[in-house]
């Protein structure tokens, strides 16, 4: 059975379990705001997961000295997406009907959000995508109770796409190294059709699909070695990234062909000095350390700062989609409440506060599109070394607003990137 189907019959049966709500017609302030937050705190995808909830614990703690939320003290309760979908349903529904939470954060992994968002219409529970970044939650249906307070998919792919059509637009070749598995096979799919619209005719030599948690990429390497290709894509993350560019530089293949990471910030402080200069980095938005013009660098710097001192580790965009979360929280929150003239917010008010919600991040401000869709910025630049930071960090950054690189919405994207044109990389986005 493909993954797809795992996936897609997890949804389903969630779907079918008995209908139940969260609501209440007029809830009493409660004692306590309890946020059920899924993320991996084991498995490989844990160094995403682990951060992520240290940033919620440290984020939650400045709120709560701060006086909570509407004068209510926050409580998360995290959950492991380790062990799996089918586990992470039950989990979904523990937390709404055993524990009471009042929002749920989910998830990282995209396969996690396809199955637990239909949980989120059926019991009417206020659920915050966090991180996760397919596109087909939005483009497929029609979910009252679920918002996602980042970007997706198909900006985080197109801004590195439009950064190398700008700044190496006479590539001819190209190959891509994705893990097999539903994220690197949909980035590439996203990719190769924008990539088709804007220059067609450029010749992909090689699609490479390792296997899940591959720890040696030699005979990948040996044979994009001997086919040279201009550009080398790889939408890989994590420990398989990390390793997959030590044994790229090592071989020198990183001085034949340029790579494109366009989710490689998490990977650079791990990588260190073994990261070579010169080829295209991404961030999964905006938030990267050394952000030109943020728009707030003092509460950039203070955030920055303080998961450092605390967890003795640079925070990584995880921990700053985390902070999204609970800023867009705090600001739904705030909204409904004072909607209803001070009063608490039932469940259904809460939701409605989200949809059109616009919230400030260090570095941006984000709005939640009436589908339910995040927009955020995406910043993009070369790889390079400053003596602030013991691990690459961009150069050369370019900005993308993201209204621009987002399909609209009720458009699916893949039939919205095959209307782009030549010349879309020029007006796109800007230098900073």
Known sequence: MSRRSV?????????????????????????????????????????FGVPAKQAAEMLTDQINAAGGIGGVPIRPIFVDEGPGTEHLVGEFRRLVQSEGVHVVFASISSGSCLACTPLSDELRKTTVLWDCGTQRIFEEGNHPYAFRTQGYGTPEVLAPLLYLLKHKPDFRSIAVIN??????????????????????????????????????????????????????????????????????????????????????????????????????IGSRGDHWINHPRPRDKASLDRFTAAYQARFNQPSIYPCHHMAQALSALQAAYNKAIAAKGGAWPNDQELAAAFRGLTFDTPTATITIREDGQGLEDQIVGLSSFNPAYPYAVPEKMMLYPAAGISAPVGQKSVDWLKTLRAGMENTAGSAI
Not at 25 to 37: M, R, S, Y
């Open 7 to 47: 996936i897609a019959g997890a949804a389903t049966s969630g779907s079918l379990l008995m209908a139940g709500s969260g609501a209440e017609a007029q809830p009493a302030k409660p004692a306590e705001l309890k946020i059920g937050i899924t993320t991996f705190l084991s498995g490989p995808a844990s160094v």
């Open 179 to 280: 893990q097999d598995y539903a994220w690197g096979r949909d980035s590439w799919e996203l990719w190769k059709t924008a990539m088709d619209a804007m220059k067609p005719g450029v010749r992909v030599v090689a699609e490479l699909f390792p296997r899940f948690n591959s720890t040696d990429f030699s005979t990948e390497i040996t044979r994009l070695l001997a086919l040279r290709p201009d550009v080398i894509l790889s939408t890989s993350w994590g420990g398989e990234l990390v390793t997959l560019v030590r044994q790229a530089s090592e071989r020198r293949l990183m001085e034949r062909s340029l790579m494109v990471l366009p989710v490689a910030e998490a990977s650079m402080p791990s990588l260190g000095r073994n990261m070579p200069a010169g080829h295209i």
